[in-house]
């Protein structure tokens, strides 16, 4: 059932995730045309997870289809819970970016040691995420 529940909230939040990447026309302007496609394409974050912990406290890693995503949620016992992290790459670099209502202090610890992963370290954990993957 919790397998179940993960699925469902990774489901959800990448596809909130690829709303909220929609641009919007300002207030009175035309959109403008455009031979990209309307949506990004949707991305499937389901392989994992791994367990990790990060800043003394449980979190589940993801990776995307994309192999450079990553999602780090708050396992159940982490005070931090609800709150995931997401590392994606922009211009040839990887950022970080987290959201949640969990423990600000529990938050904040994971936050300083994630933005210290180096390249490699993010591209490690993704391929433990995919050590992990069901045939």
Known sequence: MYIVGMKAFLFLMAALWAVAALPLPARGEEPAASSAPATPPQKTCNIGPVTKNFGDSAWLVY???????????????????????KFFQSDGRYHLHGE???????????????????KSDIEGLIAATKSTAKP
């Open 100 to 118: 949640g209502r969990g423990d600000r202090e529990a938050t904040k610890s994971t936050f300083g040691v994630l933005k210290a992963l180096s």
């Open 63 to 85: 990776s995307c289809d994309d192999n450079s995503t990553l999602i780090i949620i708050a396992a159940n016992d982490n005070p931090a819970k609800p709150f995931y992290f």
